[in-house]
């Protein structure tokens, strides 16, 4: 089935640096979803990306949708510390009939990030 | 205006007993999906509701159950406890289920002992 690679699989920052992780699949994606997970909360939705080339800002997050619709990347810039946490990229799962997959995200293994004062 | 609430948030229970977990969506929201996360596998989808219809189902044993209630509410139950059901078990709802932006609910950490 369809799987989404995220790397790096940890990092450890400084506060104030720019950091940046990737999501890339072996199959295209419509829509790009980034989340972030705190420990022992849900994931909460920062960026959803729906046009392949788009780039999307939200405060000190920016994400771009690939132009081969086979990859994503978010940046977080001036980190801080309440960056700390995992992040998620996501899509909506493949259907068999092509159609619309309910309630179905495929979800990347997930980026842990560490930010010292 | 309220998330989505899922109780209890925590739980311990024994091999061989059944649980049933409860979510309350986003007023609305119609759609209602279930994830389980695991170290080992990550979120994986579980099942989809709208309008008190399963619309999507994940590779989760028949142990595995859900239902959806005419306000939208959703419960999900595990029947014959296995240790490795332990995990966190989170909803998500959205208003029909294809805006894929779905907002998720804090969860709830099942412990099987």
């Known amino acids: 089935g369809q799987q989404l690679n995220q790397s790096p699989q940890s990092m450890f920052i400084q506060e104030g640096e720019d950091v940046s992780m990737n999501c890339t699949s072996s199959?295209?994606?419509?829509?790009w979803l980034w989340y972030k997970q705190d420990p022992g909360e849900g994931p909460v939705l920062l960026i959803a990306?729906?046009?392949?080339?788009e780039l999307t800002s939200n405060g000190r997050l920016t994400a771009q949708f690939g132009i081969t619709r086979k990859d994503s990347f978010l940046n977080i810039s001036a980190s801080i510390p309440s960056d700390v946490g995992i992040y998620f990229c996501?899509?909506?799962?493949?259907?068999?009939?092509?159609?619309?997959?309910?309630?179905?995200?495929?979800f990347g293994q997930g980026t842990i990030l560490t930010v010292h004062p | 205006k309220a998330g989505v609430t899922q109780t209890p948030r925590y739980l311990i229970k024994t091999r061989g007993q059944q649980v049933t977990l409860s979510c309350s969506p986003i007023?609305?929201?119609?759609?209602v999906s279930w994830y389980q996360q695991t170290p080992g596998q990550g979120l994986q989808f579980l099942f989809e509701?709208?309008?008190?219809?399963?619309?999507n189902k994940g590779n989760f044993p028949g142990r595995f159950s859900g239902r959806q209630f005419s306000n939208s509410r959703s419960e999900m139950n595990v029947s014959t406890l296995e240790l490795g059901d332990s995990a966190l078990y989170l909803c998500?709802?959205?208003?029909?289920?294809?805006?894929?932006?779905?907002?998720f609910g804090s969860g709830t950490r099942l412990t099987v002992v």
């Open positions: 996501a899509g909506p799962a493949e259907t068999n009939a092509g159609g619309t997959s309910y309630g179905k995200l495929t």
């Open positions: 998500a709802s959205s208003v029909s289920g294809t805006e894929y932006g779905y907002t």
């Open positions: 199959s295209i994606f419509n829509t």
């Open positions: 509701y709208f309008s008190e219809t399963q619309r």
């Open positions: 990306l729906y046009k392949a080339g």
């Open positions: 007023s609305g929201h119609r759609s």
